[in-house]
């Protein structure tokens, strides 16, 4: 390679990684903006949901929407993600670690919100030119019950 075909081929590794950090700000923006059909479109149609909570597993974005829907709302809440490690495979793959920490405010008194801290680890494609979030693991470090004041 050229030191230009270098210099070409580190620009784009760096644009990659700054399209799969706002990838994942979207991501946090549009869960806690309520966007529930901009956040399905971060997500590959075979893109696959676990966690190490008591989370179910889930196949698809229609139902990992429509769980986190059922899970936030009514309420508030704040969803943040820092310290990202990329590593890829090829030029159209992609794996993401993010380091998170969540909390949720529900307005059903009969049903706590939480304090959450974890790691994310994501699978990414480029898919029609944009990357999608093929995998998603949610691997909780640690949850705290929100209390109520009386």
Do not use: N
Not at 53 to 82: K, N
Not at 92 to 100: F, K, N, R
């Amino acid at each position: 390679m050229t030191e230009f075909e270098v210099l070409a081929a580190q620009v784009r590794r760096l644009t990659d990684i700054e399209e799969l950090r706002l990838l994942k700000a979207r991501y946090f923006a549009w869960v806690d903006g309520r966007e529930w059909q901009l956040l399905r479109g971060l997500f590959a149609e075979d893109c696959t949901f676990t966690s190490s909570a008591r989370l179910p597993d889930l196949a698809g974005p229609d139902d990992f929407v429509d769980f986190v829907r059922a899970t936030v709302e009514p309420g508030r809440s704040t969803h943040l993600g820092f310290m990202p490690r990329f590593e890829f495979a090829d030029d159209d793959h992609a794996t993401g670690t993010w380091s998170m920490f969540d909390v949720v405010e529900l307005d059903d008194p009969r049903r706590p919100g939480w304090f959450g801290l974890g790691t994310y680890v994501e699978r990414y494609r480029r898919v029609g030119g944009g990357w999608r979030i093929t995998s998603w693991h949610l691997e909780r470090g640690a949850v705290r019950r929100l209390s109520r004041p009386s």
